[in-house]
């Protein structure tokens, strides 16, 4: 056995170790967008956990294979999300059923522009009605794949400064004391 040979398995571990690495850092906004997803999705309750769950794979799904600026808003929407929970007392299960409705509405969109953004080029050289569309097309695209997450974020902010935070603990706790009118 040569020197070279006895190499061999080594050089193909650390070109497996290279690649992995290369395809995280590839996939580095899918990557981020992990944690997020796995957080919104373990603490769902056990009821709604598979609308999560299939929320959350739609759009880790579209972060991997969509455009950059898909993955980046999928992020913000993400961590958005967790901080609007953690600050949300009066109705968290509704805000979380919100979450995985507009998760998943901007993965489908996600996947829209993927699939325009990939057909238009070839479809544009074909000629026809396609070509005198595509600048309608563009400007509604662009706007949905901008305009959905902000709406979505000000949905956010909605939920949480709808309801202030008051003294004296959650929503439960001050019915309770007002029907008992403070007695134990």
């Known amino acids: 056995m040569t020197f070279n040979q006895a190499l061999l398995p080594f050089i193909w571990i650390l070109n497996g170790f290279l ?7 590839e996939h580095l906004l899918a990557v981020l967008l ?35 600026v898909i993955g980046i808003w999928l992020n913000v929407m993400a961590i958005g999300s967790i901080i609007a929970l953690r600050l949300e007392k009066f109705n968290p299960a509704l ?13 489908l969109v996600g996947i829209g ?17 396609f070509t005198q569309g595509q600048g309608y097309l563009d400007v509604i695209i662009s706007i949905a794949v901008y305009v959905f997450p902000l709406g979505f974020i000000g949905m956010l902010v909605q939920s949480i400064w709808a309801h202030p935070p008051v003294d004296g603990g959650t929503p439960e706790q001050i019915i309770y004391r007002v029907r008992t009118r403070g007695q134990e």
């Open 19 to 25: 690649a992995i690495l290369y395809l995280l850092f």
């Open 34 to 68: 992990l944690g997020p997803l796995v957080w919104l999705s373990i603490s769902t309750e056990n009821s709604r956990r598979p609308w999560m769950i299939g929320a959350s794979a739609l759009a880790l799904g579209c972060s991997m294979f969509a455009p950059a």
């Open 113 to 129: 522009f993927l699939a325009y953004t990939s057909l238009s080029p070839m479809l544009a050289d074909s000629g026809g009605f």
């Open 95 to 107: 805000l979380r059923w919100r979450i995985a409705g507009g998760l998943a509405a901007y993965g």
